[in-house]
């Protein structure tokens, strides 16, 4: 059987906060039956789909879900349900302005259909790559929002790999890095640290209970990276794949995080189509390292150095400048690089402390603020509520900032703020620091 499995979560920054469609119970109830038969279905552990399932119908019984008719409201409702009570952060529903595609009962199989939206995706995505360059002192940085399959980025890969052959450190930062999609990316960019092949990691799918093996490539195209170090930035937003690539490098004691603990999501799986605008990601499969003998799920990745993720590229330019100072043999470069260091020691990152404040909402159980000063992970930085107004002081870089508060596990704008800023379908209040 073979094996081609979405493992990805979104990319974009929020879902946006308004819908112009609108639900009532009857659709509600239609959209509810539907999902809780995937996840019968399909689900990896079929003793906690029968546990969330009850607890979906139980938030549907007590009428929860009835007074809601926005539909992004409604799916980040029913997503936190089902976190909730399958301990599960891949678990979701969400909610699409199209028509849904028609999907086949087989969700282990990418149908040509969806090979080809992929690769569209990837391509407006440029292939999950934000950023190639080569910092002060020689150190390579590659820039991921997520890693696609080698089957379709795997040449633009190559290339990277080969312009940064030279470099004497490579810095690969996965802080906005929300997944990987598509056929073995991670083996395929994995292949490039290791000399020959190596056992990654474990697939184990709940369909006849297969079991699939992830090795890195006997050959690659163009220079492998071996025998230079390796760092690896994460954020409490590095999700899924991005985690998988960093977990298993940090196994095999090819690289060094630096960052903040992961989300914790480890195991596969696929977008399920539960109605024409609904579709949940349902895991499918379980991850297992052969050298830890576990995964990531519900934990995360520790970073072997734990810091703020902003100052996450600050603290590995550093070491990897430090690290090839003491490897140089060439005296004139060697001073060099150690005025390099000096200028970047003497020029820390600038941050300013910024206020937030959301008025009202005193019933709300928690509240926190997201945006581009903790790459947008949901939950890190928590209000603290003094009579009817939650508010927290923010540690930002002076520019753009952008940013949402989340109500209860629902994203929404600033009310108090008229300003505001596309990302595609995604819309963020703005604001400047100068």
């Avoid at 040449?155 to 490579?170: C, F």
């Avoid at 056929?183 to 184990?204: A, E, Q, R, T």
């Avoid at 159980?365 to 581009?372: A, D, H, I, L």
């Avoid at 949901?378 to 939650?390: E, M, V």
Wanted: proline share 4%; glycine share 6%; charged share 25%.
């Amino acid at each position: 059987m073979k094996l081609s499995i979405i493992i990805i979560t979104t990319f974009a920054l929020l879902k946006p906060v308004s819908s112009s469609a609108q639900l009532n119970v009857e659709k509600q109830n239609v959209i509810i039956d539907s999902l809780c038969v995937k996840l019968e279905r399909y689900y990896i552990y079929p003793e906690v789909a029968t546990k969330v399932v009850h607890f979906i119908h139980e938030q549907q019984a007590n009428q929860v879900y009835s007074p809601i008719t926005d539909e992004n409201t409604f799916a980040g409702q029913v997503t936190a349900d089902l976190r909730l009570a399958g301990n599960d952060q891949h678990l979701r529903l969400e909610y699409s302005e199209n028509i849904l595609p028609d999907q086949n009962d087989e969700p282990y199989v990418m149908t040509e259909d969806d090979k080809k939206e992929m690769e569209q995706f990837f391509l407006h995505q440029n292939y999950g790559v934000r950023k190639v360059e080569v910092l002060k002192g020689n150190i390579g940085l590659i820039d991921f929002s997520c890693i696609c399959g080698a089957d379709i980025a795997g040449e633009k890969y190559a290339e990277i790999m080969n312009y940064l052959s030279h470099t004497d450190a490579l810095i690969i930062d996965l802080r906005s890095c929300r997944g990987a999609m598509g056929m073995d990316g991670i083996p395929f960019l994995s292949s490039y640290f290791f000399d020959g092949s190596v056992h990654l990691n474990d697939l184990i799918w709940r369909k006849d209970n297969a079991l699939e093996q992830k090795w890195t490539y006997a050959y690659v195209p163009g220079k492998r990276y071996l025998d230079k170090p390796v760092y690896i930035l994460t954020s409490a937003r590095t999700f899924s794949g991005g985690e998988g690539f960093s977990y298993h490098l940090q196994a095999q004691k090819r690289a060094t995080i630096i960052g903040e603990q992961t989300r914790g999501g480890a195991n596969p799986g696929a977008s399920i189509k539960v109605s024409d605008h609904f579709s949940s990601f349902i895991p499918l499969g379980i991850t297992y390292n052969p050298i830890t003998k576990s995964s990531w799920e519900g934990i995360g990745v520790t970073p072997d150095s734990l810091i703020k993720a902003n100052r996450a590229l600050y603290a590995a330019h550093q070491l990897a400048l430090n690290h090839c100072i003491g490897k140089s043999e060439d005296s004139e470069w060697k001073a060099n690089l150690e005025n390099i260091l000096t200028e970047l020691n003497e020029n820390p990152p600038a941050f300013k402390t910024v206020p937030f404040e959301l008025k009202g909402y005193e019933n709300a159980k928690e509240v926190f603020v997201t945006g581009t000063f903790n790459n947008w992970a949901r939950k890190t930085i928590p209000l603290t509520k003094k009579g009817n107004i939650w508010s927290a002081e923010v540690e930002c870089e002076p520019g753009r900032i952008q940013y949402q508060f989340i109500v209860d596990e629902i994203p929404m704008l600033d009310p108090d703020n008229e300003l505001t800023v596309k990302e595609g379908e995604y819309t963020n209040s703005v604001k400047t620091l100068k």
